[in-house]
């Protein structure tokens, strides 16, 4: 899925992300929101900083593809009733966290992953 960014900043926070771009969602999350009962969705992806995976609010994109990787799987999260919609391989307990720790096999799997997605998506 790729998506394009129509807002980089919301109120005093500012997103290392830039209006105009596309960016390839590489996880959808669907969270509780912190202010009420509904659900809020977010889209994992690189930012411009130093394209570091990190999740966005959906609605500071607009979709310009709506494709989803075909190997994509919806998997509960353990981290408060959260949904994740995205490679099994990224799935597992404690990836992200490894991942973020610069554990060489998080790293690899993303980058196979990415790589994927990108020969699938174009």
Not at 38 to 55: I, K, M
């Amino acid at each position: 899925m790729r998506v394009e960014c129509q807002i980089n900043e919301r109120g005093a926070r500012a997103y290392q992300i830039t209006v105009g771009n596309t960016y390839l969602a590489v996880e959808l999350n669907i969270a509780p929101s912190a202010e009420d009962t509904s659900q809020r969705l977010l889209f994992r992806l690189s930012a411009d900083d130093e394209g570091v995976p990190g999740l966005y609010e959906a609605d500071l994109f607009v979709p310009v593809d709506e494709r989803m990787p075909s190997e994509w799987v919806l998997t509960q999260s353990s981290h408060g009733g959260s949904y994740v919609i995205g490679p099994r391989s990224w799935s597992a307990p404690g990836f992200w966290e490894d991942y973020f720790d610069g554990a060489a096999s998080a790293q690899q799997a993303f980058d196979a992953e990415l790589q994927r997605m990108n020969e699938e998506l174009g």
